[in-house]
C-alpha cells in the first residue's frame, strides 16, 4: 500500500518536472477546458455582441451539379442575403453564412435543388470559443514569456504589440520593429525585421535575399495572425540553436503579423467576422474597403458595393494599408531584393500561386513557381499530414466568371512588380470552423507555416 502511494508519488513528481522542463512540445500541452455556453454568461462580460450571429448558421453547399446555382452563390448578387465565408476549389463547395428565413429563399429559388449540410449551427458559441477565457491578459507578463502561453490562445493587438516589443528588446541585434504609418483609425503601422548581422555584410542587408511574410489582411482570418508571430518564435529558435545557418547568412526577413490593424481591432471589440479595414468609403454608413482588392496590379473596380465585404474602393491603393506598403517599397526599393513573398490566410488548405486576376496570364517562370509550391505542400504533408491543394490564384477567385472578383491582389501585386516568387497560403481547416478555428490548432498550424518556410528558406539557399 505504502509502496504505491510514494511510487505514485515519485511518478507525480516525475510529470511535473517533465512538464516544466519540456519547453516547447506539443505532446504535453494540457487540453484547455471546454468552455462554458455563451448565454450562460453575463451579455456584459462578452467579447462582443454575440446576439448578433444567434440567427444565423454556417452552411455548405454542393454546387459541383448545379453551376448556375455556384454562380449565384459566388458573384452573390441577387436579393436573398447571406455571407460568403469560402470556397473550396476541389470540392467544388461553398460555405456561406445564412438565417433560416433566407436559406428557405435559396431553396425556393432554386426548386428545392441544393444539396446543403449545417456546418455550425450554433455560430453565437463558436465565435465565442475563439476568445481567450481570459480577456484582461496584457497585464500578464507571464502570457508574454511564456511562449507556451502565448500561443494558446489568439491574441489582441495590444498584446502582440507587447510581446513583438518584449522580443525585440530580448534580441535587439536580430529583430527590429518598424514603424513604417498610419492606419485610418490611427493604429501604428508595424512590420518586424529579422536580420542576423554579419562581417561581410555591415549595412545589414548586402546580397541578402528577403523574404516577406504577411498575416491579417482580412481581419477575421486570426489563424493567419498567430502563424506569423509563431514563425518569428520559431526563427529565433532556429537562430538560437545555429546561429550561424546559411538561412541567416543569405537571407532576411520581414514579418508582418498584422496587415490590418484597424480591422483586426473590430473582431476582437465588435465583430468576430468583419473582414475589411475600417476607412470610410464614399457610402457615409459602410466602412472598410477589402485589402486584398485594393492592390494596383490588373485592378478593376469590385461589383461588391461600399458596404459589401468585397469592396475594392473607387481606385487602385485607396486602403490604406497596400498604399503604405507600397510607398515603404518605393522607398526601400533599392535596399531589398525580395525573394520570396507569402501571404497567409485562411480557410480552405490551399497554395495558391498567381495570378489571381485572370487564369489566362502565364506567370512567367511557371516550372520553378510550380515545383516550389508543390514542395510547399509536401512540407506541410510531412510535418502534419495535412494536404494543402496547389492552385492557381484565379480558380479559387472565379477570376473567369467575373474579372473584378480576382483583381487587385496583394499577390499579383507582388510577384508582378515586387517578389520573384509569390504564394497565398489558405491555411486550416477545410470548413467545420472556417474563420472561427479553436484556439489549440494554433500551434499545430504555425508549425505548418513553419515547415513550409524551412522549405522556402532551403530552396533560396541551397540553390547555388
Ligand atoms: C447582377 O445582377 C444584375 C441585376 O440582377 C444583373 O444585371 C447582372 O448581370 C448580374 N451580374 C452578374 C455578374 O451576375
Ligand atoms: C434575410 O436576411 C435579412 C438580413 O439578415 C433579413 O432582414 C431578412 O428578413 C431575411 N429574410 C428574407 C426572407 O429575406
Ligand atoms: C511607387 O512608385 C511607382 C513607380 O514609380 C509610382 O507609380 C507610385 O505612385 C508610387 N507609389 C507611391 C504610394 O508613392
Ligand atoms: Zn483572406
Request: aromatic share 14%.
Amino acid at each position: 500500500m505504502l509502496y504505491y502511494k510514494i511510487l505514485s508519488l515519485i511518478l507525480v513528481q516525475v510529470v511535473c518536472t517533465i512538464q516544466f522542463q519540456v519547453p516547447f512540445s506539443l505532446g504535453s500541452w494540457p487540453e484547455k477546458t471546454s468552455q462554458q455556453h455563451y448565454s450562460q454568461i453575463d451579455s456584459k462580460d462578452h467579447p462582443v455582441n454575440l446576439n448578433q450571429y444567434k440567427d444565423d448558421y454556417l452552411i455548405r453547399i454542393d454546387y459541383a451539379s448545379n453551376p448556375d446555382l455556384g454562380k449565384y452563390l459566388i458573384t452573390n448578387n441577387g436579393t436573398i442575403k447571406f455571407n460568403k465565408w469560402n470556397k473550396n476549389v476541389k470540392q467544388q463547395t461553398i460555405d456561406i453564412q445564412i438565417n433560416e428565413d433566407n436559406m428557405s429563399k435559396l431553396l425556393q429559388e432554386f426548386n428545392n435543388d441544393v444539396n446543403f449540410k449545417v456546418i455550425i449551427e450554433d455560430l453565437s458559441q463558436t465565435v465565442f470559443e475563439t476568445y481567450p477565457k481570459n480577456l484582461i491578459q496584457t497585464k500578464d507578463e507571464d502570457v508574454l514569456i511564456n511562449s507556451e502561453l502565448f500561443f494558446q490562445d489568439y491574441r489582441n493587438l495590444e498584446t502582440i504589440d507587447a510581446w513583438l516589443e518584449l522580443i525585440q528588446l530580448t534580441y535587439p541585434d536580430i529583430i527590429n520593429i518598424e514603424e513604417i504609418g498610419e492606419t485610418y483609425e490611427h493604429r501604428k503601422y508595424k512590420i518586424v525585421h529579422f536580420t542576423v548581422p554579419s562581417e561581410q555584410t555591415l549595412d545589414g542587408h548586402g546580397d541578402r535575399r528577403t523574404i516577406v511574410i504577411t498575416g491579417g489582411v482580412h481581419a477575421r482570418e486570426w489563424i493567419s495572425v498567430s502563424s506569423v508571430l509563431y514563425s518569428i518564435y520559431e526563427l529565433i529558435e532556429l537562430y538560437k540553436i545555429d546561429p550561424q545557418s546559411k538561412i541567416f547568412r543569405d537571407l532576411d526577413f520581414i514579418f508582418i503579423p498584422v496587415f490590418n490593424p484597424d480591422g483586426y481591432e473590430y473582431t476582437w471589440t465588435t465583430d468576430r467576422l468583419w473582414r475589411k479595414n475600417r476607412q470610410d468609403t464614399v457610402h457615409p454608413r459602410c466602412f472598410g474597403i477589402d485589402i486584398d482588392h485594393s492592390f494596383g496590379y490588373h485592378w478593376t473596380k469590385s461589383s461588391d458595393w461600399a458596404c459589401g465585404d468585397e469592396y475594392s474602393g473607387e481606385e487602385p491603393f485607396e486602403a490604406l494599408e497596400a498604399k503604405i506598403w507600397e510607398e515603404y517599397l518605393n522607398n526601400t526599393n533599392s535596399d531589398h531584393k525580395i525573394w520570396g513573398f507569402i501571404d497567409l490566410h485562411s480557410y480552405a488548405e490551399e497554395i495558391l500561386y498567381p495570378y489571381a486576376f485572370s487564369c489566362k496570364e502565364q506567370p512567367r517562370d511557371e516550372e520553378n513557381l510550380l515545383e516550389l509550391a508543390w514542395g510547399l505542400a509536401k512540407a506541410i504533408r510531412m510535418q502534419s499530414g495535412t494536404n494543402y491543394q496547389v492552385f492557381a490564384a484565379c480558380l479559387d477567385r472565379d477570376a473567369d466568371l467575373l474579372p473584378d472578383l480576382g483583381a487587385g491582389t496583394a499577390l499579383d501585386y507582388m510577384y508582378h512588380n515586387r517578389a520573384y516568387f509569390a504564394y497565398q497560403l489558405k491555411l486550416r481547416d477545410t470548413g467545420n470552423h472556417g474563420f472561427l478555428l479553436p484556439p489549440k490548432e494554433i500551434v499545430p498550424v504555425g508549425r505548418e507555416v513553419v515547415a513550409s518556410l524551412k522549405y522556402l528558406f532551403h530552396f533560396l539557399v541551397d540553390q547555388d
